[in-house]
């Protein structure tokens, strides 16, 4: 054992250093000796695959509290291409600018083994968004009927198995980075970078409330959100080992066009709870309206340099990293908003993974990247709206006397304490293929 630690040791203090630092801290530089201008392409395929079991609480019957139900599986599916453009605005200083083009984004939705249209209670529901029980009147307006007593009059929540498709430009991203720290400068250092990365909302806003299963017309992807994310990546070449470290958060700001579900308040079968709250009192657009997730995390990790040619620029390098991402709460397209097609209020929840890649240098001009990702998000609600406001501040949300305080996203049908929808084992997978080019 001792005999392989040393062999180890040496290695890494005798492996050639190489000018190339890892992937994640590289950086455009401009106006050096060597080098007076840098400008980098980055063209990548990337492709999402998700997938979630959806469970629903009801009322436990035999004993206290809650059980859940398992009703469908959700598979999501985002196969996008992404284009980057870096350029060395002057020594160690980077301007980016990228645009994904999505080529599909779906949500599809299917039974569970053992649920179906006769006992599923998406299938069979017997509850108005206000609460009240679906029934049948006569042409005076008299309840001749009820859902509870003739359970063919159930109104589905949503259809299964369905499909929703969308796709086109995404949100235009600018970024600018600085490298405090370059070890291809000073080899006694370690690669120190900080950027920012703002997402601009120049994609075409979605709207949650149409129809894009079996229509054959995609939906837009847009959310219309101004989203900065803040960043610092470390690395430091110790052998043929790169370790690496990044921290970064996101912080969220609506912008103009926002969606709210309000404007669709005239839905015919309705979907809000108290439509007629809709921009009355504190229920303004900016409080119905998206309210994206802030989101903060980290990964660490490291390359292994397996072959480097420092004469010709060439390296091939194996890439190992652990992630995590913390996602707050929030409203926002989530896993069932296709479905019930409007923003759903989501709980926070944790995200963490691995990521497996390769990098293969064939020169300093061209890069090739090949890397597959695996993370699990923990178990959260999917329709967790707050019931109201207190407006006049007694303590309590008065939804008898004062009605104008229910909050007009809350959906008695699915927002409700023993009716609400959680997303459960729930885990993404994600491949990505990458060529960079250098000028």
């Known amino acids: ?15 050639p250093l190489t ?22 392409l980055d063209v990548a395929f990337e492709r999402t695959q998700s997938r979630s079991k959806i469970t629903r609480e009801q009322q436990d019957i035999e004993g206290e509290g809650f059980k859940e139900l398992t009703e469908i599986w959700h598979k999501g599916t985002d196969t996008r291409l992404n ?9 160690d200083l980077e301007f980016s600018f990228g645009m994904p083009l999505i080529l599909q984004q779906n949500d599809a939705y299917g039974f569970v083994s053992g649920r179906n249209n006769d006992n599923s209670s998406i299938i069979n529901n017997c509850v108005n968004p206000d609460g009240s029980i679906i029934d049948l009147e006569d042409a005076n307006g008299n309840v001749i009927d009820n859902c509870r007593d003739t359970p063919s009059l159930a109104q589905s929540l949503f259809t299964i198995p369905s499909t929703s498709k969308r796709g086109g430009l995404g949100n235009m991203h600018f970024g600018l980075a600085y490298a405090f720290f370059n070890e291809n400068r000073d080899d006694t250092k370690p690669m120190w970078i900080i950027g920012i990365d703002y997402e601009a909302p120049t994609a075409k806003v979605r709207d949650p409330s149409l129809d894009n299963t079996e229509t054959g017309t995609r939906g ?27 921290l970064h958060y996101t912080v969220p700001v609506q912008g103009p066009g926002i969606y709210s579900n309000c404007f669709n308040q005239d839905n015919n079968p309705p979907t809000l709870g108290t439509p007629q709250n809709c921009f009355t009192g504190p229920w303004n657009r900016k409080e119905t309206g998206i309210k994206a997730p802030h989101m903060s995390g980290f990964l660490f990790g490291t390359e292994f340099t397996a072959f480097t040619d420092k004469n010709k620029g060439q390296k091939f390098s194996l890439d190992l990293r652990v992630l995590g991402t913390y996602v707050s709460e929030g409203r926002y397209y989530n896993e069932l908003s296709a479905a019930l097609r409007k923003l759903l209020a989501t709980q926070d929840y944790f995200q963490v993974g691995g990521q497996v890649g390769a990098v293969a240098s064939a020169g300093e001009a061209f890069t090739l990247r090949a890397s597959g990702q695996f993370l699990y998000n923990t178990d959260h609600t999917l329709t967790n709206e707050q019931i109201g406001a207190d407006v006049n501040n007694n303590g309590v949300v008065d939804v008898q006397e004062r009605p104008e305080e229910l909050n007009p996203n809350f959906d008695f049908r699915t927002d409700l304490v023993s009716r609400r929808f959680r997303a459960t084992e729930s885990k993404t997978f994600r491949l990505e293929l990458s060529a960079a080019f250098a000028f």
């Open 1 to 15: 054992m001792f005999r392989l630690r040393a062999v180890f040791v040496a290695l890494m203090m005798v492996a």
């Open 19 to 40: 000018t190339q630092a890892a992937e994640i801290t590289r950086i455009a530089s401009s106006f050096d000796e060597d080098d007076p201008f840098d400008l980098i």
């Open 83 to 91: 284009m980057k453009l870096a350029i060395g605005l002057y020594k």
């Open 220 to 246: 837009n992807v847009g959310d219309r959100v101004h989203k900065y994310t803040f960043y610092t990546s470390l690395s430091r070449k110790i052998g043929v080992a790169d370790p690496y470290f990044r």
